[in-house]
């Protein structure tokens, strides 16, 4: 079956600029987590949802930063006012529920704030 | 709360001989360890876990250890192969998120 895919791939954008990336999660699948992962480093908690509401966000650095799941299926990272340090690849994973450990990974969107 | 370390940041092995990777965790509570191979430019691809009531799970040629005592879990792959190059990630739960290690630079030399 279809695994869990993120929109854009790629993104390129300015200092100072507004970016969302978008994560869909491996359907049935309530469970959904954001990651960032920095060059050489494993990859480090953002958010985590169950359903629509973000069941710990305690990972998001900064108040520049936000995510949504408004139906509990897509989900929504946002990053406002970038800066050249958000500059990362970001992850999104998807699980059965938050009592299944196993976490399934997206390919990535890799942000290039210049 | 959780911490783990993780052990080497490189590793070159001949193809044929076998890898190891090594992380020790802080939280006692942890229950399930799960190890990811992410390829270049990839997302991480979860390739084998162990909970905490088992001491030894094999899939093939790659199998986990797991000392509680010790807090200690390891990655074991045998007969390597060039496509075994990778970098991979240990982790470890910390209230539903994972909290992962710094990574091993897996090169498989033919």
């Known amino acids: 079956g279809a695994g869990v895919s993120q929109t854009p791939s790629n993104k390129v954008t300015e200092k100072g600029k507004y970016v969302e990336l978008r994560c869909d999660p491996i359907?049935?699948?309530?469970?959904l987590y954001w990651y960032r992962q920095s060059l050489g480093q494993g990859p480090e908690f953002l958010i985590y949802f169950q359903g629509t509401g973000a069941a710990d966000d305690s990972g998001l650095p900064n108040d520049r930063f936000f995510a949504v799941r408004p139906e509990g299926s897509v989900s929504t990272l946002k990053i406002q006012r970038t800066e050249r340090g958000d500059s990362a690849v970001y992850l999104c994973a998807s699980s059965l529920g938050l009592s299944y450990n196993e976490q399934f990974f997206g390919p990535g969107t890799r942000l290039t704030v210049l | 709360g959780e911490n783990v370390e993780q052990h080497p940041s490189t590793l070159s092995v001949q193809e044929g001989d076998s890898a190891v990777i090594k992380c020790t965790y802080s939280d006692s509570a942890s229950n399930y360890f799960p190890w990811y191979k992410q390829e270049l430019g990839k997302g991480p691809q979860l390739i084998i876990d162990?909970?905490?009531?088992?001491g030894e799970k094999k899939d093939q040629r790659i199998a986990v250890t797991l000392n509680k005592t010790a807090k200690h879990f390891s990655l074991h792959i045998t007969e390597t192969q060039p496509e075994d190059s990778a970098v991979y990630f240990c982790?470890?739960?910390?209230?539903?998120?994972?909290?992962f290690g710094t990574g091993t630079r897996l090169k498989v030399l033919a």
């Open positions: 359907s049935g699948h309530t469970a």
């Open positions: 162990i909970r905490s009531n088992v």
């Open positions: 982790a470890a739960p910390g209230t539903y998120k994972y909290i």
